[in-house]
Nanobody
Framework: QVELVESGGGLVQAGGSLRLSCAAS????????MGWYRQAPGKQRELVAV???????NNADSVKGRFSISRDNAKNTVYLQMSSLKPEDTAVYYC????????????????WGQGTQVTVSS
């Protein structure tokens, strides 16, 4: 079994900061890309930021210069540091990880966290 557990969401005023964390646990051989997505009410889920196992990152244009993704491979954890938050950043934020497992053979699957609510008030 593999589980992704997110934490760090909450209510913050515009201009404020939050840090999200997502820890993967279970039967994990290795983790490739890890990322954060978000879904606002009535909208589709969208990519916020992604980081490779080697540390290369890619952020959505809407968050460049404000959000920063990082990871601790020893802890199987990915972080999202969010600064200069805007009301339009309000959404449920989901963690995603491409996890490689071994059960007689190696295989990779996408796993998702349960989501954490981020609300930015104006």
């Amino acid at each position: 079994q593999v589980e992704l557990v997110e934490s760090g969401g909450g209510l913050v005023q515009a201009g404020g900061s939050l840090r999200l964390s997502c820890a993967a646990s279970g039967s994990i051989f290795s983790i490739n890309d890890m990322g954060w997505y978000r879904q606002a009410p009535g909208k589709q889920r969208e990519l916020v930021a992604v980081i490779t196992s080697g540390g290369s990152t890619n952020n959505a244009d809407s968050v460049k210069g404000r959000f920063s993704i990082s990871r601790d491979n020893a802890k199987n954890t990915v972080y999202l540091q969010m600064s200069s938050l805007k009301p339009e950043d309000t959404a449920v934020y989901y963690c995603n990880a491409q996890i490689r497992r071994y059960r007689g053979t190696y295989y990779s699957l996408d796993y998702w966290g349960q989501g954490t609510q981020v609300t930015v008030s104006s």
